[in-house]
C-alpha cells in the first residue's frame, strides 16, 4: 500500500512560484508514474502533469497540461522518495486543491492534497 503525502500548497500573488512536495512510502517508487493533478472548486480533477518511473519503457518521461507547459515542472527524488512540481508564473486559474498521484501496474494511488490559492 502506496501513502502519498503532499505539502508546499498556500496563497501566493499572480506571477510567483511555488514549489508542491510529495512524499511517498509503502511501496517501489522508482518503478512508479508519479504525477500531480489538481481540482478547482466546482470543477472536475484535472491532469496537471506525470513523469514515468523505472517500470516503464521509457524512465523520466514527462508529460505536461497544456495549461502548465513552460511554467510548471515536475521532478523526484528517488533516494529521498519524493516528487515535486515547481509552479512559476503563477495564475488565479491555477487556484486549486493539488494531488499527488502514484501509478503502476494497475495499482493507483491518492494523496489527500495540498491547497493552492493564487490571488493578489
Known amino acids: 500500500q502506496v501513502q502519498l503525502v503532499e505539502s508546499g500548497g498556500g496563497l501566493v500573488q499572480p506571477g510567483g512560484s511555488l514549489r508542491l512536495s510529495c512524499a511517498a512510502s509503502g511501496g517501489a517508487f522508482s518503478m512508479y508514474r508519479m504525477g500531480w493533478y489538481r481540482q478547482a472548486a466546482g470543477k472536475q480533477r484535472e491532469f496537471v502533469a506525470t513523469i514515468t518511473g523505472g517500470g516503464f519503457t521509457a524512465y523520466g518521461v514527462t508529460n505536461y497540461a497544456d495549461s502548465v507547459k513552460g511554467r510548471f515542472t515536475i521532478s523526484t527524488d528517488n533516494a529521498k522518495n519524493m516528487v515535486y512540481l515547481q509552479m512559476n508564473s503563477l495564475k488565479s486559474e491555477d487556484t486549486a486543491v493539488y494531488y499527488c498521484?502514484?501509478?503502476?501496474?494497475?495499482?493507483?494511488?491518492w494523496g489527500k492534497g495540498t491547497p493552492v490559492t493564487v490571488s493578489p
Open positions: 498521484n502514484a501509478f503502476y501496474l494497475g495499482m493507483e494511488y
